[in-house]
């Protein structure tokens, strides 16, 4: 029996989230203080994100998810002449020298496979292999293959089975009639969306052999007359015409700047002006120095995929220079919320 998609949990699952999405933060922090000595480090030479990632010889997208964890837990603070500094808590806690530094309490925890997966990531800027499995393949390569892929998308379908439904109560979606979701994985933000829009239907772009999973989730929910599937590589492929709104939920996360202005284009393109985009994920506030659970789960994106999570300000300058003037953010639910874009 299909489940229905406008039921909710009596119960809230924000914990349950915030244990997984955070999973890797604590590693990121070992590093950064047990092979690093960050800390002590920056307090001697406050200095901005580029001055950092030349004298540790860094890529910018994974020193950028630390410094934003970093920021977030209080740990740093960038100051107006845009270098970063340690808090007092880093002073004291993080620092050799002090006597309450607790380096030697993360010391033990140095050789962990996350760990040292990630001084390779920001020495690199290319991610690790998907769970930190050295046999594994890098996620991307990963989801070309059949069992992956089928792993993968079961664990984001059950995901998105609640935030699915956040969203499609918050969207505005009056007036609009198909829906493109590009990388839509199983379908189950289109299915969310059509049940809870009656004069909407959608079609569901992915690559194979996602697109047979895709197909096969969508039958089993009941939606097999409102939400289609067309088959094909959004870098590779052309987008239909024919859709009225653009969704990107949880996919520009997995990619690194090129990648993001690239798909934004591709979008530009195959909207009509007035053509509405949906960006839904987990954001970075402007400031840039949290949520905390965001910048956490920004660790792990940057770790086993090309991305990280994106601030909103950082949104906002992509979708104007693709040709969209950018709404404001909203929150659905789970640390996570949504941008609207016009296109111009």
């Known amino acids: 029996m299909a489940a229905d998609l406008t039921s909710v949990p009596q ?33 001697a030479n406050p200095s901005t994100k580029e001055e950092i990632c030349a004298r540790f010889e860094f890529a910018e997208r994974p020193t950028d998810v630390m410094l934003t964890l970093f920021a977030a837990n209080g740990f740093v603070e960038r ?35 996350i760990t040292q997966d990630y001084l390779k990531v920001l020495s690199t800027g290319r991610p690790a292999n998907w769970g930190g499995d050295e046999a594994a393949l ?18 984001m379908d059950c995901r998105g089975f609640y935030l699915g439904q956040a969203l499609a109560k918050k969207v505005d979606l009056g007036g609009r009639k198909h829906l493109l979701d590009i990388g839509g994985g199983s379908g189950i933000y289109s299915c969310s969306l059509v049940a809870h829009h009656a004069e909407l239907k959608a079609t569901v772009f992915e690559q194979s052999p996602v697109d047979r999973i895709t197909q096969r989730c969508i039958v089993e929910r009941g ?48 909207l009509a002006p007035g ?35 994106y601030g909103v300000g950082e949104y906002a300058e992509l979708l104007r220079e693709a040709g969209f003037e950018p709404g404001a953010y909203h929150d659905t639910a789970a640390d996570r919320g949504f941008m609207t874009a016009i296109r111009r």
């Open 11 to 43: 119960s809230d699952p924000l914990r349950v989230y915030r244990y997984r999405d955070g999973l890797y933060a604590a590693d990121l922090l070992t590093a950064a203080v047990v092979h690093l000595d960050f800390f002590t480090w920056l307090g």
């Open 275 to 309: 053509g509405l985009l949906i960006i839904h994920d987990a954001f970075i506030n402007e400031a840039k120095n949290g949520p905390l659970p965001v910048a956490e789960y920004s660790a792990l994106l940057m770790h086993s995929t090309q991305g990280k999570c």
């Open 223 to 270: 939606y097999p007359d409102r939400v289609f599937v067309e088959t094909g590589d959004m870098f590779k492929d052309p987008l239909p015409t024919d859709a009225d709104v653009h969704l990107f939920s949880n996919v520009l996360h997995d990619w690194d700047y090129p990648e993001v202005r690239e798909l934004l284009a591709i979008s530009h393109k195959a």
């Open 79 to 113: 100051q107006d002449d845009g270098k970063f500094h340690p808090t007092l808590t880093a002073q004291e806690h993080l620092t050799a020298g002090s006597p309450w530094c607790l380096s030697p309490y993360y010391a033990s925890l140095k050789d962990r496979p």
């Open 138 to 155: 890098d996620w991307h390569k990963a989801m070309e293959t059949d069992a992956f892929s089928r792993s993968f998308t079961a664990a």
